[in-house]
T-cell receptor, first 116, second 112 residues
């Protein structure tokens, strides 16, 4: 069965420090991987995706993510956190087998707090 | 930048009543989705829709649920007879040629 795990409910970092939000997945085949961010009273905003190719993908607002096939992980990273990065982050996987329009499977979300 | 919009932002209804949640996808998108998130749980897929028909639905999407694209802009989710366990945040999403889906802000449905 397809699943996505975000092992940390909360991540707290100081402004200027690097941040990592972890995600592991269990999907057969070659999935597409995504990160979304949710600010209060807003929808899920697309940050970045991995489809194929270079394992390090770059996205919006200075975020990047590293795909590791052997560890089935897709951790979100940023070299220097900002207070404005504080939000709820979701990892999602698209199963490309048997799913015609690409339903997404989500993790529970990780609340990132960046303190000044 | 184009956005997916949803109305209402919050809907309160009594058990057994019908509700219609409305979404306006991004204008040139052709693939549409509904997801929901029960408080404290994961975002879950409900249904996908393309070319005026359901493409895929989850086990959650039973006969009480239906979707429709009544005109060229709206995409609706109807729950015929709401239950307490339908209380959740409902997200609409749309997609164009790219693989990423774009989500609306959600409608919080409260069934009393």
């Amino acid at each position: 069965a397809q699943s996505v795990a975000q092992p940390e409910d909360q991540v707290n970092v100081a402004e200027g420090n690097p941040l990592t939000v972890k995600c592991t997945y269990s999907v057969s085949g070659n999935p597409y991987l995504f990160w979304y961010v949710q600010y209060p009273n807003r929808g899920l905003q697309f940050l970045l995706k991995y489809i194929t190719g270079d394992n390090l993908v770059k996205g919006s607002y200075g975020f990047e993510a590293e795909f590791n096939k052997s560890q089935t992980s897709f951790h979100l990273k940023k070299p220097s956190a900002l207070v404005s990065d504080s939000a709820l982050y979701f990892c999602a996987v698209r199963d490309n087998r048997g799913s015609t329009l690409g339903r997404l499977y989500f993790g529970r979300g990780t609340q990132l707090t960046v303190w000044p | 930048e184009p956005e997916v919009t949803q109305t209402p932002s919050h809907q309160v209804t009594q058990m057994g009543q019908e509700v219609i949640l409305r979404c306006v996808p991004i204008s040139n998108h052709l693939y549409f989705y509904w997801y929901r998130q029960i408080l404290g749980q994961k975002v879950e897929f409900l249904v996908s829709f393309y070319n005026n028909e359901i493409s895929e639905k989850s086990e959650i999407f039973d006969d009480q649920f239906s979707v429709e694209r009544p005109d060229g802009s709206n995409f609706t989710l109807k729950i015929r007879s709401t239950k307490l366990e339908d209380s959740a945040m409902y997200f609409c999403a749309s997609r164009g040629d790219r693989v990423e889906q774009y989500f609306g802000p959600g409608t919080r449905l409260t069934v009393t």
